[in-house]
């Protein structure tokens, strides 16, 4: 069974400018969540999506969305760029996203580099 | 807001020794309990999950949860240097999310 897949696995932006990355969850999981990983702060929870819904939101600003699709994909979305947003962008999907054995899987990740 | 405490590391083992992972939560309603290794520059993969008080193994892991004292840990046995990693702690408590802890660099030396 093919695993999370992320596209694309680099990008480079500059300051301002908005990015959309994409994640494609393991065939059979409905539950896709984004994370944000930086040196400084670690593994920083975005949001979480079933069934085309947000469920959960962290504590980012709204320059930071997403979506999902109705066969699971997801996208999430950064506008207005800013250098504070380089990081690593993780997607883990998971059957249902709740319940005690539900068990999110990472992608590879987006590297995104600000300029 | 829930906290997810690791030992600090990093942490240096010789080849063969047991390397001990220790995670601390805060959040008394919390259920399920993760470790994933993270290789530098790739993303973190499952390692080991556990939902019930006590000891689970899976070949040289073996994870612990005590939820009384709100303690998860890991126990590498023979480590070996394919093992130099950052292990990630996480903890699920049924609000669509996993809290990590900021993981705890481990060094196998040969």
Redesign the interface.
């Known amino acids: 069974k093919a695993g999370v897949t992320q596209t694309p696995r680099y990008l480079i932006k500059t300051r301002g400018q908005q990015v959309t990355l994409s994640c494609s969850p393991i065939s059979g999981h409905r539950s896709v969540s984004w994370y944000q990983q930086t040196p400084g702060q670690g593994l920083q929870f975005l949001f979480e999506y079933f069934s085309e819904t947000q469920r959960n939101k962290g504590n980012f600003p709204g320059r930071f969305s997403g979506r999902q699709f109705s066969n699971s994909r997801s996208e999430m979305n950064v506008s207005t760029l800013e250098l504070g947003d380089s990081a690593l962008y993780l997607c883990a999907s998971s059957l249902v996203g709740a319940g005690l054995t539900d068990t999110q899987y990472f992608g590879p990740g987006t590297r995104l580099t600000v300029l | 807001q829930k906290e997810v405490e690791q030992n600090s590391g990093p942490l240096s083992v010789p080849e063969g020794a047991i390397a001990s992972l220790n995670c601390t939560y805060s959040d008394r309603v919390s259920?399920?309990f993760?470790w994933?290794r993270q290789y530098s520059g790739?993303?973190?993969?499952?390692i080991m999950?556990i939902?019930s008080n006590g000891d689970k193994e899976d070949g040289r892991f073996t994870a612990q949860l005590n939820k009384a004292s709100q303690y998860v840990s890991l126990l590498i046995r023979d480590s070996q240097p394919s093992d130099s990693a950052t292990y990630?702690c996480a903890v699920?408590d049924?609000?669509?999310?996993?809290?990590?802890?900021?993981?705890t660099t481990v060094t196998v030396r040969a």
């Open positions: 259920q399920s993760f994933y790739k993303s973190p993969e499952l999950s939902y990630l699920n049924y609000d669509y999310k996993l809290s990590f802890g900021a993981g």
